[in-house]
């Protein structure tokens, strides 16, 4: 048995969360400097929709999160991506428009927990406790793990392939789609991360002689390196899928 744990009324697990639920991600995806003039806000208006996933011996298996939007349902209305959705949370909640779908904004499962199904009902139990809560429409914008293999493929075309049994190639993916979600459409700047060419080499482990573009561990596209700007820029692509 499993538990779905606001994180608001669970402190005691901050601490290993904050460690646990890190190591999957590259170091660079958190050097966002949009998402930081959000975070302090989001978290203050948004408390409500950050969870653990417990065991019944109130082990910490996994975490997600998300925000509420207004959205009309159609593909032109979708927020860029993962930044421009937090930006579009905080400030409609500030304007008091009324929100009417939920975005499944990040998901994870510890290291020595996966592959054993948690992911799915860390989602599945999110998802339905947005629709109770009056939002009947969920959507993600999803990072698809196996871009990874494929830096210099169009987003657009990624989201295309799938496997011989017709699910998409990407199993982060198939994921979503076996929980009954659609992919929806390319979000080809999710995020944009800009660093100095030594916070890019430390973040990647890498050096950059000079400029140019690189293919970057982890990179689900490739980085730009300025050496005259000492400027590096990313841009992360995603995958908008729906959920209900």
Request: aromatic share 12%.
């Amino acid at each position: 048995m499993y538990e779905l744990v606001p994180v608001a009324e669970a402190p005691q697990y901050d601490e290993e969360a904050e460690q646990r639920f890190v190591e999957e991600w590259p170091e660079f995806i958190f050097h966002d400097a949009e998402v930081k003039k959000y975070r302090e806000r989001r978290a203050e208006f948004f408390r409500d929709w950050e969870f653990y996933l417990v065991s019944a011996d109130e082990r910490l298996i996994g975490g997600c999160w998300g925000v509420p939007i207004a959205w009309d349902g159609t593909v032109d209305d979708l927020p860029a991506g993962f930044t421009d959705t937090l930006a579009r949370s905080v400030t409609s909640y500030e304007q008091g428009v009324v929100p009417n779908t939920f975005v499944l904004m990040a998901a994870a499962v510890r290291n020595d927990e996966q592959g054993r199904g948690h992911a799915g009902r860390v989602i599945t139990a999110v998802r339905d406790r947005a629709i109770a809560g009056g939002l009947p429409q969920v959507i993600a914008p999803v990072r698809p793990t196996l871009k990874s293999r494929y830096p210099l493929t169009p987003i657009e075309t990624f989201m295309t392939w799938t496997r011989e049994d017709g699910l998409p190639l990407d199993p982060w993916l198939r994921t979503h789609v076996r929980l009954g979600a659609t992919l929806l459409a390319p979000a080809p700047v999710s995020q944009t991360m800009t660093g100095t060419v030594a916070e890019w080499e430390k973040w990647t482990g890498m050096l950059y002689p000079s400029s140019g573009t690189y293919v970057i561990p982890d990179g689900l596209t490739v980085l730009d390196i300025d050496r005259t700007a000492d400027t590096g820029v990313y841009r992360e692509p995603n995958i908008w899928m729906r959920h209900a």
